[in-house]
């Protein structure tokens, strides 16, 4: 079993669990379920392009970083003028939470992603009622079926789809679901080795009506400026700036430095 396979098999009881608390009636009737989303694919087409993360801790890299206030945190990144924020609401392996998600959203104006694993419609109705823009659909585990079902309830919301690709196979069974953005993710989940061809090399598969995103393993504002050329867009990055004592300033410095060489 890899570390997908585990954290997919914890969600199925974690969601089962949820509906069974709180019914969807009560999900729909929350003051941020008619809230108007902002589109994060737009975003990413006329700004820096990058969506910054709150991440506290992953499976490859443990603790990251426990000591912030994810309200200082998203703060600190419309600051600095990113493009999106990506906030983990997984709890168990990334210390994310769904009050994470509300924090950031009383806190920023920035489209938020709700980074979570989806596997259910409950948990697209959940991201609306707390405040999410857009939500990540991972490719590896849904049916070309589920995947199409799951971002028509999302785009029926009013909110954006990132749908995440590891391989040409999962790009395949992708083509036919109503998504903004494809994400390619440069992490291999089986060994959590980080590698920015794999954005590379899948670019030129993707059609263009997609916006571009290169995911996970980015550090360092050359590597953008190469992606650039591939066509991407959208960049989602984490652990380099949760890693410091104040990720907002970092992201500032980073995209500073990006204006410089692009
Ligand atoms: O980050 C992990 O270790 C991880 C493990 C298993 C499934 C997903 C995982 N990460 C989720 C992400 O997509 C990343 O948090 C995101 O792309 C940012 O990556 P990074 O910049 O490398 O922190």
Do not use: W
Request: aromatic share 6%; glycine share 6%; net charge neutral.
């Amino acid at each position: 079993m890899n570390i997908l396979d585990k954290i997919i098999a914890d969600k199925f009881k974690e969601v089962e669990l949820k509906k069974s608390l709180i019914p969807v009636s009560q999900l729909e009737n929350s003051v941020l379920f008619n809230r108007k989303c902002i589109s994060l694919a737009e975003n990413l087409k006329k700004g820096s392009g990058i969506i910054a993360e709150h991440k506290r801790r992953s499976p490859s890299k443990d603790v990251i970083n426990q000591s912030l206030n994810v309200q200082d945190v998203v703060k600190g990144y419309e600051k600095a003028e990113v493009s999106g924020i990506s906030v983990l609401t997984d709890g168990k392996y990334f210390g994310g939470s769904l009050e994470d998600l509300l924090h950031a959203r009383a806190s920023v104006t920035t489209p938020i992603l709700r980074k979570e694993f989806m596997i259910d419609e409950y948990q697209v109705t959940e991201a609306k009622a707390y405040g999410a823009d857009a939500i990540l659909l991972i490719a590896a585990v849904l049916t070309e079926k589920q995947l199409i079902y799951l971002a028509d309830s999302a785009k029926n919301l009013g909110m954006d789809v990132l749908l995440e690709i590891h391989n040409e196979e999962e790009l395949q069974k992708s083509l036919k679901v109503n998504a903004d953005m494809i994400g390619v993710n440069n992490r291999n989940l089986k060994t959590f080795e980080v590698s920015i061809d794999n954005s590379k090399n899948l670019a030129r598969l993707i059609p263009n009506e997609f916006v571009k995103v290169s995911e996970s393993g980015i550090s360092n504002t050359g590597a953008i400026a190469d992606l650039k050329n591939y066509g991407y867009q959208g960049f989602l990055i984490g652990e380099n700036f949760m890693k410091t004592n104040n990720p907002g300033v970092a992201a500032k410095a980073f995209i500073k430095e990006l204006k410089s060489i692009v």
